[in-house]
C-alpha cells in the first residue's frame, strides 16, 4: 500500500534563504506484513518533499523516525533531487545515480539526458533512481476464480474480486527489494486477463522477478507476459543525426541474462521492424553489450530504437527493453523545372522564368537558396507551395535577358537541412530567341526550341512523358516512361530488403506478396515502362537472395513471375532497353536465379509458369514435367534437380538468325551441384505448331555470351510422341527451333519443272502416235488390249502432270483452286496406276495361260472398271471422311496435295496404299514376264551365248515395262517416309525420284511407242506412205506440165 506525507515549505527572508535547502528524499520502509512466502519481509516505499536547513541532513534518519510507527523501521534513505529556487522558476538538479524520470521527459523533453531541469516556481519533480525498473504486464487466467473482475466497476462482486487479486499480487511483488507500487489498469476479455503496473525503485535481480512471478502463475492458474524498463538502457547519438552518417546504437544491460537481444525500430505505430544484419546494419553483441552500427544514415533509418532480452518458458514471456528516438537531419530528392521550359522572347524585353524545385513532403524544416549561373538574372525568392499530392514545391522569380549568351543560362536551387549539409539541383534556361526555330503549343505540349525535348510529369503514375521538336520543328512521337505508383513502391522496397531493417525472410514474403497483388491486375501495367520496372524487381531480388524457403513466398514469386507472361502483356515487353540485355534476357537470368535460390520440393503449376523438382540420388535418373515436357536428367552426382516451363517468353528473346523460329516453350533445367562433370539431359519437347514435311528442326539453347540460341552440346534425336526430342549435354534453358520454310534439294524444283514439261510434250506425242497407227497396228485382241492401256495410261498421266503443274506455286492460286487441283491430281494419278494393273494383269495373264483368249468387250468393261470407277471411288470415300475436304485434313494449303500426318495418319494414305499394292502386283507380274521370256527351247547355242541372251531378255523387259508399270514410284515411298532433314538417304530419294516419275512421260514415249517395233514400223509405213504420195502427187504435176 503507497502513503504519502507532504510538508509545505515555510517561507523565509532573504537571508535565510541562504541557508534553505529543499530535498526530496526517497527511503525504504521495513514493513513486516503477512506475505506469500511467509519469509521476505514486504517492502514498501514512501516519498516526502521537506524543505529544510542544509545542517540538518545528517540528523534526517532521527528526525523522520516519529513518523512511522513502531511495525517499520526506516532503512537506506537516499537523497534523489536538490532543488532551488532561481528568478522565477525552480531549478532541480538530479543527484549521482539518478535521472529525470519517463513523466518528466514526456512533460519537457529538453530534460531527458540531462541532469538538470528548470520548472515552474509552484512546481518540482522527483528524480528516480538509475536503476529504477518499470514493470507493464497481464496475466491471463484459464479458471474462473476470478470471473467478478469482468463485472461492472461500481459492483460489489467486481470491489471484491479486485481486492482479492491485488492483494494476491502484492503478497509476492512487495517481497521484491525495492518494491514501490502496483495497480491493476484494466481487465478484459481473452480468459480472463488482468493489466497492471509495477514501479520497483532499486535494481532487481531479474531471476527474483522470475521467480516471483512463477509462483504467482502457478497460483493464479495463468500464463504471464511482462515488459520491463530499467534493466536495460540505451545510448544514443545526439540528434539530430547527419544524413549519411555513420553511428552506433549500444545496449547495455544490468545483468548477464545469457541471451541474445533483438533490435527494433519503430517507424510508426502499426510498423516495427526487427533490425538485423544487412547491407546498411551491423548487430554484435557480447554480455551486457549489444552494439548496432549503421552504416548509412537516411530517413530509413529514422524512429523509435527498442533493444530487447526475451526470457520466455511454457508460463511466462519477459522482455527487457530500452527504447530511444533518433531524429534524421533530411536531405530530399529534388526534380527542378523551369516555368515555361522553354520561354521566348519576341523582342529584345527582358522575360520573367519561374524556377521551380519539387520535393517530397517532409518534417524537416529546409533553408531554400537559389542561384544562377552564367547570367545576370535577378532572383526572387517566392513562398513555398502549398503541399500538393505528397510534394511541396519552392519557386523563384527571374528575370533574363533576350540577347545571346555564349553560355546558357541556369538556375540552382540548394536546400540546407538542420545540420547545413546540403542538397542542390540545377536547370539550363533554354531561351527560344528572336528567330529561332521552335514547335508551336499542341495540347498539354508547350513551345518547344527546335532540337530539345519536351518534358511532362506522368498523371497519377511516376515518370516523365517525353516529346521531341527535331530540329526541323516538328514534333516527334511522345515517349511515355511512366510507371505505376504500386510497382514503384515494389521496385524501392525490393532495394531496401537486405539493408537490415525487417528480417529478410519476412521482408521478401512481404514484398512477393504485394507484387503478386501488383502483377495480377495486368491492365495496371501494361506498358513497357512498367513490364521493365517489375522485371527490375525480380532483377533485385535475384542479387539479394540466396535462399527462399518459405512456400507462400515460392508460391507468390511464381505468381508474379507468370503473371509477367500474360498474353494481354505481348506487346508491353516490346521497348528499347538501355544496355546490352533485351528485357526478356534479363527476365530470363534473374528468374532462373530465384528458382535456384527456391525451396520447391514438388510440382508447382501456373497459369505461364511450371516448376517441377525431384531429388536425384547417385546413380539414379531424375525425371520432371513441365507443361508436358518431359525432362530427364542424368549425372553421377546427387542433389536437387529443377525444371521451369515458361510460355511466352520465347517471342521476347532476341533472334537474328529470321530462317527459324521457336515452337516450343522454353525449358529450364537447374541443379544443385554446381560444377557437373558428365550431364546427359534428355528433352521430349511438345511442338506447338505442327512440324510440316522436311522442315529442319534444332534443338537449341540459350548462350548467354552469344546472346543467341545455339546449338552446341544439343543434338535433335528425332520426332517424339506429338513433338520431338532433344538430347543436350549441358545444363541451360532450352527449346526447339523450326525452319519458317522446308529444305529444298538443289536443283530440285528445276530437275522437276523441266521434266514435266518435257513428259507432258512427250504424253502428247505418244497420243498423237497411238491414234497415228492405231489401225494399222491393233490387229489382234491381245494388242488392242495393250494399246489401250497405253493410251490412257498416257492420258491420265498427262492430265495429272499438267495439274500438278499449275499447283506449282500454291500461294498464287485461291484455296478453291488449290483444293479442285488436288482432287484431280489424286484421281489422275490413282486412275494411271489402276490402268497400269490393267496392263499388268494383261501380260501376266498372256504369259501364263497362252491359249486362253478375252474378249475385247470383257476386257473393256473390266478395264474401265478397275482404271477410273475404283479410283473415283476411293477419291469420293476420302474425300467425305475428311469432312467434305476440309484443308488440313485432306489437303495442304501450302503443297496443294493430300496430307500426310505420319505412319498411316493422313489422307495421303489412300493414295499410298493403292499405289503400294498396284506396283507390288506389277513388279510380280514383270517378274513372272521375265521368267516366261527366260525359259525358251534348248538349242545348239553354247552356255554363254544363252546367257547372254537372257541378260539381254531380263534387261530390255525391265527398261520397256518400268515406266509403264509404275515402277519407278518405288522411290516414292521413300520420299514419303524419309524426311529431307533425316539425312543424306532422304535426299537420295528425292533426286531419284524427281528424275525417274518427272520424266515418265518421255519414258514411255521412248518405251511403249518408239521402242515398239510393230508400232514404230506401222509409224514409219505411215510416213513413207505420206511421202511416197507426196513425191507421186509432184511427178503427175511434172506429167501434167
Known sequence: ?????????????????????????????????????????????????????????????????????????????????????????????????????????????????????????????????????????????????????????????????????????????????????????????????????????????????????????????????????????????????????????????????????????????????????????????????????????????????????????????????????????????????????????????????????????????????????????????????????????????????????????????????????????????????????????????????????????????????????NDSAAWEEEVEVCVNVNVTNALQQASMVDIGVGLLDENVADLFSRFQNITNETEAINTFSNVQASVDVLVVLGYKLNSINNDTTVDDLLDSSSNLMAKSLAKSWNGTVEGNLSLAETYLGCFEKLIAASNITANNRKTNIEVDSCNKERGSICTNTAFGVTVKFDSADSGTVKTTGIKQLGKYLPQTDKKYKLNSIIVSTTAETKQLDSVKVEIDFKLERERPRNVEIKCVYWDNTTRQWSEDGCEWSGPWGSGGRCICSHLSSFAILMAREPIELAGLSEITFVGLSISVMSLVISLAIEFTVWSAVVKTNTLYLRHLAHVNISLCLLLADCCFLASSKPQNISETMCKTLVVLKHFCYLSMFFWMLCLSSTLLHQAVFLFHIVSKKDYLRFSLILGYACPLIIVVLTFLLCNGGTESLYYNSDTCWLVYNGLFKGSLHSFLVPVGIIVFLNVFSMLVVIMKLLDHPKSTETRCEKERMAAKTIMRTVILLTPIFGVTWIFGFGVTFFDLSSGDLASVANYAFSLLNSFQGLFILLTTCLGDTQTREALLNRFQKKVDSSISESSTKLDTT
Open 1 to 469: 500500500m503507497r502513503r504519502c506525507c507532504d510538508g509545505s515549505p515555510t517561507q523565509m527572508d532573504e537571508n535565510r534563504n541562504m541557508n534553505m535547502w529543499a530535498f526530496i528524499f526517497l527511503y525504504i520502509v521495513g514493513l513486516h506484513t503477512c506475505q506469500v512466502t511467509e519469509k521476505d519481509p514486504s517492502t514498501q516505499m514512501y516519498y516526502a518533499k521537506l524543505t529544510i536547513e542544509k545542517s540538518a541532513i545528517a540528523n534526517i534518519t532521527n528526525k523522520l523516525t516519529p513518523l512511522v510507527d513502531d511495525s517499520c523501521t526506516v532503512d537506506n534513505i537516499q537523497r534523489t533531487t536538490t532543488c532551488k529556487p532561481v528568478s522565477a522558476y525552480t531549478e532541480c538538479t538530479c543527484e549521482s545515480g539518478h535521472k529525470w524520470g519517463d513523466n518528466v521527459c514526456q512533460f519537457n523533453e529538453a530534460c531527458c539526458g540531462s541532469d538538470t531541469c528548470t520548472f515552474p516556481q509552484d512546481s518540482a519533480h522527483m528524480c528516480v533512481s538509475k536503476t529504477s525498473v518499470s514493470v507493464e504486464g497481464s496475466f491471463t487466467m484459464t479458471g474462473l476464480d476470478f470471473r467478478d473482475c469482468l463485472a461492472d466497476e461500481m459492483s460489489q462482486g467486481f470491489q471484491n474480486c479486485n481486492k482479492q487479486f491485488l492483494d494476491e499480487m502484492k503478497k509476492v511483488y512487495s517481497t521484491l527489494r525495492g518494491f514501490d507500487f502496483l495497480k491493476i489498469t484494466k481487465y478484459r476479455i481473452g480468459s480472463i486477463v488482468a493489466d497492471f503496473e509495477m514501479a520497483i525503485a532499486y535494481e532487481v535481480n531479474s531471476e527474483d522477478l522470475i521467480n516471483k512471478s512463477q509462483i504467482l502463475t502457478i497460483f493464479l492458474n495463468a500464463s504471464l507476459h511482462l515488459e520491463t524498463t530499467g534493466f536495460v538502457y540505451l545510448r544514443m547519438p545526439d540528434n539530430p543525426v547527419k544524413y549519411g552518417d555513420k553511428q552506433e546504437l549500444i545496449c547495455k544491460s544490468m545483468q548477464d541474462f545469457q541471451i541474445q537481444p533483438v533490435w527494433q525500430l519503430k517507424k510508426t505505430e502499426s510498423k516495427v521492424f526487427v533490425i538485423n544484419n544487412g547491407r546498411e546494419a551491423a548487430v554484435t553483441s557480447e554480455p551486457y553489450t549489444s552494439k548496432l552500427s549503421l552504416k548509412n544514415i537516411t530517413e530509413v533509418w529514422a524512429g523509435e530504437y527498442t533493444c530487447a532480452y526475451h526470457q520466455r518458458s511454457t508460463s511466462y514471456d519477459i522482455a527487457h527493453k530500452a527504447s530511444a528516438v533518433m531524429d534524421v537531419a533530411l536531405l530530399p530528392i529534388i526534380h527542378i523545372t523551369t516555368v515555361p521550359s522553354f520561354p521566348r522572347c519576341q523582342s529584345t524585353d527582358d522575360l520573367a522564368v519561374l524556377g521551380k524545385c519539387e520535393i517530397r513532403e517532409s518534417i524537416e524544416s529546409y533553408t531554400v537558396k537559389w542561384t544562377s549561373q552564367n547570367t545576370e538574372a535577378t532572383i526572387i525568392p517566392l513562398k513555398p507551395d502549398e503541399p500538393l499530392e505528397e510534394t511541396v514545391g519552392y519557386t523563384a522569380q527571374a528575370v533574363v535577358g533576350c540577347h545571346r549568351m555564349p553560355h546558357k543560362p541556369q538556375l540552382t536551387c540548394t536546400f540546407h537541412n538542420r545540420h547545413n549539409q546540403s542538397r542542390k539541383a540545377s536547370v539550363d534556361i533554354n531561351i527560344i530567341y528572336v528567330g529561332d526555330k521552335f514547335c508551336r503549343a499542341e495540347g498539354e505540349w508547350k513551345e518547344t526550341k527546335a532540337g530539345f525535348t519536351a518534358v511532362l510529369k506522368c498523371k497519377n503514375t511516376v515518370g516523365q512523358r517525353r516529346r521531341k521538336c
